[in-house]
């Protein structure tokens, strides 16, 4: 799996880019606020439809302009692709697989397939619950579809059953809609609890032993899935999980009442993450816990190439600057086989790796 070019129109800070990559390693390099993120964030778009750091589509298109366009160059399963996104400030976007348009984004799953690690996630460990949901919630999107879809959708009911609750006092005829709300909601949170359990369970197949290599032997990392408390096995079939659900929002409708709040649901999912039997977010350091998250991020990598045969597309923005020599090393040597994109200041970063090419950029130019 590798992206073999990129076309950019109105993207960030590029007016235009057209860019031809290695099979291999793909060094961005250039001074700060050039563009280098923005590039790692337009193929990590292709893959997902969604960007790490915009909440609206609109954020990504260079200002004064209305329009813009992402067109890769894909080979994947054999074959190759042709991976179109237009973002529009009036409209909504538009995602186009070898010239057909797709009715959502969860049908580019399995095409472009990539695993963003910037430095933001070197936190991942430290930071509340809602990252590592994010975590899981873009892992397994590139995976499963069906999981893609059924996250669009709680999303959408939480957002009105938040409003429900929010505005019931003032307007009491908004409760008759909350039982289908309540309803749909217990179906689709099914859903996703199935899928993040199993694949918290395909991450500790992996994460322990990077883990355990990083650290010499001397640390044993273990995870844990949270999720609602009434629900006994989150890896059991939705069916058995939707009944516990139902029945976790029933004991707590008279508190969502009350607090006007959304209390039950996988919204509030978590990974706790042990070392040596202890809490990391609580107890562990910066080192190790900044270790375990690469440790994360490197198993995903791995579940993957398992899952599809095929090494993801893996980009490295501006992280190697955030780790002390013994992590960049390790990451290095942990990144042979597959696509690599590494963004940073200095072009000698090259030197670490074996072959690839190396890419200037500046004011959102190809130099």
């Known amino acids: 799996m590798m992206v073999k070019g990129l076309e950019l129109d109105f993207f960030r800070n590029y007016v235009h880019l057209e860019a031809k990559f290695d099979p291999g390693v793909n060094l961005i390099y250039g001074e700060n606020a050039q563009g280098k993120t923005n590039l790692l964030e337009a193929l990590a778009y292709l893959s997902t439809a969604r960007s790490h750091r915009a909440r609206y589509d609109k954020e990504m298109i260079l200002l004064g302009v209305d329009d813009a366009f992402i067109k890769g160059q894909i080979f994947s399963r054999e074959r190759d692709f042709t991976l179109e996104a237009r973002l529009s400030r009036g409209k909504s976007r538009q995602l186009y697989s070898n010239g057909v348009r797709l009715k959502s984004a969860g049908e580019l799953s399995g095409i472009l397939t990539t695993v963003l690690f910037c430095p933001e996630d070197l936190y991942l460990i430290r930071e509340g619950g809602a990252a590592r949901r994010k975590f899981l919630d873009s892992a397994i999107c590139q995976l499963r579809p069906k999981y893609a879809q059924a996250l669009a959708e709680f999303n959408r009911l939480y957002e009105h059953k938040t409003r429900i609750l929010r505005d019931w006092p003032e307007n009491p005829s908004l409760l008759t809609t909350l039982d289908d709300f309540n309803l749909r909601l217990a179906q689709t949170g099914a859903i996703l609890i199935h899928y993040r359990a199993h694949f918290v369970k395909r991450l500790m197949d992996h994460a322990p032993a990077i ?13 844990t899935y949270e999720t609602v408390s009434t629900v006994t096995d989150p890896q059991a079939q939705p069916r058995a999980i939707l009944d516990q659900l139902l029945d976790h929002q029933e004991r707590h409708r008279q508190a969502e009442l009350d607090s006007r709040q959304c209390l039950s649901g996988p919204h509030k999912d978590d990974v706790a993450v042990f070392l040596n039997g202890m809490s990391a977010k609580m107890y562990g350091s910066q080192g190790q816990t900044r270790t375990a998250a ?74």
């Not at 883990?211 to 995870?223: I, T, V």
């Not at 599809?308 to 923005?317: K, N, R, S």
């Not at 780790?323 to 072009?347: H, S, W």
Request: with cysteine.
């Open 211 to 223: 883990h355990a290599d990083f650290s010499g032997g001397r640390e044993e990392l273990s995870l």
């Open 294 to 367: 690469l440790s994360l991020k490197l198993a995903q990598r791995e579940i993957v190439q398992v899952e599809t045969g095929e090494w993801p597309v893996l980009l490295l923005d501006d992280v190697l600057s955030e780790l002390d020599p013994k992590r960049q090393a390790f990451v290095l040597n942990r990144i042979q086989g597959g696509q690599v994109f590494i963004t940073c200041c200095e072009e000698d970063k090259l030197d670490c790796l074996d072959g690839g090419k190396a890419f200037h950029i500046k004011d959102g130019k190809l130099i």
